[in-house]
């Protein structure tokens, strides 16, 4: 990828403006996981170290736009400063006055956290009066926030246009170099796993993976539209009769292994029977809602031999115990592979955790939003114009 990169940078005594995405979740100010804010530190430290006074921003949420921050205080980046501080072992100030005065110089090495950008109006619009702002507070601009990198914003896309100079962070180039390398240069064989509730939201997904990899396995809702193409009864099960053709096409060009047993219950309730079928016994009033042990078995031993393999969604809806087994069963084999592992998106993340595979995942990216564009082979507006800066002298 062709832009500037901040290491090739020279930050010394540089005032640098870092976008971030900072953007976890905080409940009654807790921060129950500061995954990003991590991921986040080694882009930080390198620019204190080269000499650089650090300025910061972020999204937090989605507050009401042109509203201040102590009308909307939930979202304040405050939490987010306090756990910063603490890992970087520094003061972090939160900067609520930016935009109608610059921040006063605090020197080399220091570290100060803009508000939240997302009540700055103009900010979604990318409104280029706001946009110049931001570029007016520093000499460099780095972009580093990946999970962000879908969105054309005034702090992702619009600062990047009018700073002096705009470069891509460490975290951001190395999210697109793990990605680029996995999905265009893999080392086979290759699969995907692609969950979630619906084939609709997924499709751009699906259809670019099925070019790209040896198998696929389709999970949860997604594959009851899947069995659905087969012919099977899926009784009341969540699926999309108008993608059912889709879905054969995906059947006939790409090796997508079916279920052939699957956990059901008549509610879709945490607290429902389950029942382990074969999926041609499943009744006009069972719904689907996890694999059953044969078919993870299956899917475990197809895992166990790939060399690449990519996971975005779960397999069933693991977030109720009776129906958790599949998608733990998945996690387990993608644990146990020794292929190289790489997974991204909320829902997965969360199974991730749940199941304590973190250090056994090769790679999981910070992006979802983000991470899902980019698998579909969607241009990501705040890297297109880092590398128009760069082409553009
Ligand atoms: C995310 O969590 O997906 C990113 O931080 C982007 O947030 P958004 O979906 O509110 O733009
Ligand atoms: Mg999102």
Not at 328 to 334: C, G, L
Not at 364 to 375: H, K, R
């Amino acid at each position: 990828m062709s832009f500037l990169r901040m290491d090739q940078q020279n930050l010394e005594g540089k005032r640098v403006l870092i976008r971030e995405d900072l953007n976890v979740a905080i409940d009654e100010g807790v921060i129950n996981n500061d995954t990003r804010i991590r991921a986040a530190l080694p882009t930080i430290e390198m620019a204190r170290a080269a000499g650089a006074e650090v300025i910061i921003m972020s999204h937090l949420g989605r507050p009401v736009e042109a509203k201040s921050i102590e009308e909307q205080d939930a979202f304040s980046m405050q939490p987010v400063a306090d756990r910063l501080a603490k890992l970087l072992g520094c003061d972090v100030e939160v900067n609520r006055d930016y935009l109608s005065m610059a921040p006063a110089s605090k020197g080399a090495g220091s570290v100060t956290l803009l508000e939240n950008v997302r009540i700055n109006a103009g900010e979604k619009a990318n409104d280029d009066v706001l946009a110049k702002s931001y570029a007016a507070l520093c000499d460099v601009f780095v972009m580093d926030a990946f999970g962000t990198a879908h969105r054309a914003q005034a702090s992702t896309h619009g600062v990047a246009k009018f700073a002096l100079i705009a470069c891509a962070g460490p975290l951001l180039a190395s999210e697109l170099d793990v990605l680029e390398r996995s999905l265009n240069k893999p080392e086979r064989p290759m699969l995907a796993i692609v969950g979630g509730a619906k084939v609709s939201s997924k499709l751009k997904v699906l259809k670019n993976l099925s070019t790209k990899v040896d198998q696929l396995i389709v999970g949860g809702g997604i594959a009851n539209t899947f069995l659905a193409a087969e012919g099977v009864n899926v009784g009341k099960s969540l699926f999309e009769p108008h993608l059912i053709e889709t879905a054969r096409a995906l059947l006939d060009t790409t090796s997508i292994p079916m279920p052939t047993d699957v956990i059901v219950a008549k509610e879709f309730d945490p607290k429902a029977v389950a029942v382990t079928k074969l999926v041609i016994d499943i009744e006009d009033d069972d719904r689907i809602l996890d694999i059953g042990p044969e078919t993870a078995r299956h899917f475990a031993e197809i895992i166990r031999n790939m060399r690449t393999i990519i996971w975005n969604g779960p397999v069933g809806v693991f977030e109720f115990e009776p129906f958790s087994n599949g998608t733990q069963a998945v996690a387990k084999a993608i644990a146990d592979s020794t292929g190289f592992s790489i997974a991204g998106g909320g829902e997965t993340i969360a199974a991730i955790d749940k199941y304590a595979i973190t250090d056994k995942v090769s790679y999981i990216s910070t992006g979802g939003g983000a991470f899902l564009e980019y698998v579909q082979g969607a241009v990501l507006p705040a890297v297109e114009i880092l590398e128009k800066r760069a082409n553009d002298g």
